[in-house]
Each structure stands twice: as structure tokens, then as C-alpha cells.
């Protein structure tokens, strides 16, 4: 019986993916995640405050 580790997690997700974009909604300046960190959490600070995920549309 293989053991799948899909760990899928319903805690906040704030791990960065590659590929992702960012955008800063202060200047507008937009960023892709070329190669993700292994730091768990890591934020992408521009102006001052967190860039947010370009996929959401909020
Ligand atoms: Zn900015
Ligand atoms: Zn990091």
C-alpha cells in the first residue's frame, strides 16, 4: 500500500509557489516567483507592505 503525501492542509496557505505573480497594489510593479523558498512563509514586502497574489482579482 503506497503512502501518498498529498498534505493538504486547510490552514492559511502562505507558501509561495513558483510561477506565481505578485503584484503591489501601492506602485503597481508585478513579480513572478521564479524559484520558491523553503522557508515556509515568506512575503514579498514593496512600499512598505505585502505584495499580494495577482490570481485573486480582489
Ligand atoms: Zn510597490
Ligand atoms: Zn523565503
Known sequence: ??????????????K???GEKYVCDSCGMAVTVDR???CGACDIICCGENMRM????C
Open 1 to 14: 500500500m503506497k503512502k501518498k503525501t498529498t498534505a493538504k492542509s486547510a490552514k492559511k496557505e502562505l
Open 16 to 18: 509561495m509557489k513558483k
Open 54 to 57: 495577482a490570481d485573486c482579482c
Open 36 to 38: 520558491a523558498c523553503e
